[in-house]
């Protein structure tokens, strides 16, 4: 079954596995980054940029693997005890299929597991991501005016979300 096909399998979370990865993960996370982020944006980061993210101290990466193939990632980072998510993607043909929520409760598993105490992450505008963020009990904290700018020139505000995780 390809990846186009998942919208008739009703067993798609059985068959899905989120794991820890390493720099050897890069090849497969590049896959989803690209397929995942307009270029409208300026939003993708390049293997160079994850590679440099993921070399920082008490950076993770994991990946959800539908069978074998990449569909979604997070890259985040802690500093003390505070955590901020860099990164979500979801491969588009996978998308409004839960794994996005899915490697959001691992991230909030294993930030609880890590004694982190918030989880800050910052998101367009205009992405209905800002939904599911929501839903996960983040709140929205801040904006930052005019922060993305799309090839239309259009300019589209930063919102920044935090979640409490220890209190």
Same mark, same amino acid.
């Given at each position: 079954?390809?990846?186009?096909?998942?919208?008739?399998?009703?067993?798609?979370?059985?068959? +899905?596995?989120?794991?820890?990865? @390493?720099? &050897? =993960?890069?090849? @497969?996370?590049?896959?989803?980054?690209? +397929?995942? !982020?307009?270029?409208? !944006?300026?939003?993708?980061?390049?293997?160079?940029? =994850?590679?440099?993210?993921?070399?920082?101290?008490?950076?993770?990466?994991?990946?959800?693997?539908?069978?074998?193939?990449?569909?979604? !990632?997070?890259?985040?980072?802690?500093?003390? @005890?505070?955590?901020?998510?860099?990164?979500?993607?979801?491969?588009?043909?996978?998308? &409004?299929?839960?794994?996005?929520?899915?490697?959001?409760?691992?991230?909030?598993?294993?930030?609880?597991?890590?004694?982190?105490? *918030?989880?800050?992450?910052?998101?367009?505008? &205009?992405?209905?991501?800002? &939904?599911?963020?929501? *839903?996960?009990? !983040?709140?929205?904290?801040?904006?930052? *005016?005019?922060?993305?700018?799309?090839?239309?020139?259009? *300019?589209?505000?930063?919102?920044?979300?935090?979640?409490?995780?220890?209190?």
């Amino acid at each position: 079954m390809g990846a186009q096909d998942i919208s008739r399998d009703s067993r798609l979370p059985e068959k +899905l596995r989120i794991e820890r990865g @390493d720099l &050897n =993960c890069l090849p @497969d996370i590049m896959n989803v980054m690209n +397929l995942s !982020f307009s270029e409208a !944006f300026g939003e993708r980061w390049n293997i160079h940029q =994850c590679r440099s993210m993921l070399t920082l101290p008490k950076a993770a990466l994991q990946i959800a693997y539908h069978l074998d193939t990449p569909c979604g !990632f997070t890259i985040s980072r802690a500093v003390a @005890d505070e955590m901020e998510l860099l990164m979500i993607a979801v491969t588009p043909s996978y998308q &409004n299929h839960g794994i996005g929520r899915l490697l959001l409760r691992s991230l909030l598993e294993n930030a609880e597991l890590g004694q982190i105490n *918030k989880i800050f992450l910052e998101v367009r505008s &205009n992405n209905p991501a800002q &939904n599911l963020y929501k *839903k996960m009990g !983040f709140e929205k904290s801040g904006i930052r *005016k005019s922060y993305y700018t799309g090839l239309d020139k259009v *300019k589209y505000d930063a919102i920044t979300y935090t979640k409490i995780i220890i209190t």
